[in-house]
Antibody, heavy 122, light 107 residues
Framework: EVQLVESGGDLVQPGGSLRLSCAAS????????MSWVRQAAGKGLEWVAN????????YYVDSVKGRFTISRDNAKNSLYLQMNSLRAEDTAVYYC???????????????WGQGTLVTVSS | EIVMTQSPATLSVSPGEGATLSCRAS??????LAWYQQKPGQAPRLLMY???TRATGIPARFSGSVSGTEFTLTISSLQSEDFAVYYC?????????FGQGTKVEIK
């Protein structure tokens, strides 16, 4: 069974940093791109970042470029999101997800982890 | 960025009745649309991709269609486990974008 388990969410002050982790199991992690998607309370879903199988390509939504860094450790079957210079608007549940492609170069997501809550507040 | 607009925001339906959810794209996205179901406190679950292809394990009472930029998710006879929030997501243009969701609640 494919499982994605996030951790690391916490309450952090504006301008602070946090590192999220996602432990993957049940599939060949090193053979798949991975993603982070977030959801602010009562709001919709927003794609945050993608990383290639070997970590050589990374893509970010404009609002987090220069502040967030996606990375992975294939030996540990783990995905990470380093979040710096956090803002109130980054407050959300952050989901780890596995992207899937059809005939385009844009992906959908399946499956998703249960999420970890990041709250940015003083 | 492609804007996805879902309607209605909330749909009240009695168990056993059908439900029709809409999702409109701001530009043509072919059939490159996915639907997700999210229950309270849970992660989103993929229901459908390619506008009308059910994901693994999704029951046949869920169906999808497209006409131009208008996408429809139909649930033929709502079961108790179907009351949830449904999101659409386009994957034709970068970046992938989601609609704001339709909540299907018990009438």
């Amino acid at each position: 069974e494919v499982q994605l388990v996030e951790s690391g969410g916490d309450l952090v002050q504006p301008g602070g940093s946090l590192r999220l982790s996602c432990a993957a199991s049940g599939f060949p992690f090193s053979g798949h791109w991975m993603s982070w998607v977030r959801q602010a309370a009562g709001k919709g879903l927003e794609w945050v970042a993608n990383i290639k199988e070997d970590g050589s390509e990374k893509y970010y939504v404009d609002s987090v470029k220069g502040r967030f860094t996606i990375s992975r450790d294939n030996a540990k079957n783990s995905l990470y999101l380093q979040m710096n210079s956090l803002r109130a608007e980054d407050t959300a549940v952050y989901y780890c997800a596995r992207p899937t492609w059809g005939s385009t170069n844009v992906n959908w997501f399946d499956p998703w982890g249960q999420g970890t809550l990041v709250t940015v507040s003083s | 960025e492609i804007v996805m607009t879902q309607s209605p925001a909330t749909l009240s339906v009695s168990p056993g009745e059908g439900a029709t959810l809409s999702c409109r794209a701001s530009q043509t996205i072919s059939s490159n649309l996915a639907w997700y179901q999210q229950k309270p406190g849970q992660a989103p679950r993929l229901l459908m991709y390619g506008a009308s292809t059910r994901a693994t394990g999704i029951p046949a009472r869920f169906s999808g269609s497209v006409s131009g930029t208008e996408f429809t998710l139909t649930i033929s006879s709502l079961q108790s486990e179907d009351f949830a929030v449904y999101y659409c997501q386009q994957y034709n243009y970068w970046p992938p974008t989601f609609g704001q969701g339709t909540k299907v609640e018990i009438k």
